[in-house]
């Protein structure tokens, strides 16, 4: 005869615990089935003096002893980071002691979008023994959540709206930050998560992407530049702030990191860059980026001075020393300058 599972004694009187506390006080709740649970148990749809609010939030629940850590409790991450952390819907985790009868719930979804930030490989959600769901405490727990739930979802609204103003879509992960200047003309620094550069969306130059990074901003000379766009003073100290307030987001992820020891053929690093490829067009140039590149290819770089020559690529590989980046060998020269794949060049139209 089929036998049921030890754990699914715990487990199912942990939700039908929240379940009851929740419906006693007129929440809407929806249970997944069981054959359906991907790091979800129940959906919460909060309610305000009878009426439904509209505000949701997932919730993982778990019973028995076994989750007891120091402290409190821990819900493993598992396979779950991604769609706890990037979802449409914040995700709550709630453990049920059996011993106490006490429900403990904990925010999964802050938790790790914290760790994301300070670069932490979260496996575990913390649950203090402190954050207690009953009777007495359900309403300041709603309020909490509610107010959580309004400002993530603010965030996915205002990244969907600048994504359809510029014409990009962006990643549930990625960073998205909105200026308006002095003209009134939108800028968005868009970083995504491993990448060592960003890209500057800007309404005065068509939404036409331009991948920056924090050494081609510069504030030598009178007017401020990043890479050959001119800014104000204004939107250099935003870029500057942004650049600083990503850093954690330019890091190679977990587990892609270069190896220790391994070196290229030669490399120069960002630093050590003298001058920027142009990217001016005329009738018989066009716009690639470094990641087109091959050998033969004739492109036009501009010095400090902002003047204008030609080089030739002799050679074109992935650097083994930055994560992600193209080296490029110019004019036979024995080392060989490092780009992002995305950074645009002019380069001089092939004879077909």
Request: aromatic share 10%; hydrophobic share 40%.
């Amino acid at each position: 005869m089929p036998t049921v599972p030890k754990s699914r004694g715990p487990g199912r009187a942990a939700v039908n615990a929240l379940r009851t506390l929740l419906e006693r006080h007129d929440h809407i709740v929806q249970e997944i089935d069981g054959q359906n649970d991907f790091g979800e148990d129940l959906h919460v749809t909060f309610t305000e003096d009878g009426r439904v609010t509209g505000d949701m939030v997932k919730v993982q629940v778990k019973g028995g002893s076994s989750w007891r850590r120091g402290g409190g409790y821990g819900v493993p991450v598992g396979h779950h980071a991604d769609t706890w952390a990037d979802g449409n819907v914040p995700v709550f985790c709630v453990v049920h002691d059996a011993e106490t009868g006490v429900l403990h719930w904990a925010n999964a979804t802050e938790q790790l979008l914290l760790a994301r930030r300070e670069r932490l490989m979260l496996t575990t959600i913390e649950v203090n023994s402190t954050d207690r769901l009953d009777d007495a405490s359900l309403a300041a727990f709603v309020l909490q959540a509610r107010q959580y739930v309004n400002r993530y979802r603010g965030n996915q609204a205002l990244r969907m709206w600048l994504g359809e103003m510029a014409g990009v879509e962006f990643g549930t992960s990625d960073v998205v930050m909105h200026f308006v200047n002095a003209l009134g003309e939108d800028l968005i620094f868009w970083q995504r998560r491993g990448e060592g550069y960003a890209t500057l969306l800007h309404s005065d130059l068509d939404w036409e992407p331009r991948c920056i990074w924090p050494e081609v901003l510069r504030f030598t000379s009178a007017v401020p530049v990043v890479a050959d766009t001119i800014l104000d003073k204004a939107e250099a100290f935003w870029l500057a702030a942004c650049f600083e307030a990503t850093d954690w987001a330019r890091k190679p992820l977990p587990g892609c990191e270069p190896e220790a020891g391994t070196r290229g053929r030669g490399e120069y690093g960002f630093s050590a860059r003298v001058g920027w490829p142009s990217d001016r067009l005329t009738s018989r140039r066009e716009l690639v980026t470094a990641k087109e590149l091959v050998a033969g290819d004739r492109i036009y770089w501009l010095s400090q001075r902002w003047k204008e020559r030609r080089r030739l690529v002799s050679e074109v590989w992935k650097s083994t020393e930055v994560l992600g980046a193209v080296c490029v060998r110019f004019d036979q020269l024995m080392l060989g300058d490092t780009f992002w794949p995305d950074e645009r060049f002019a380069r001089l139209k092939r004879e077909r």
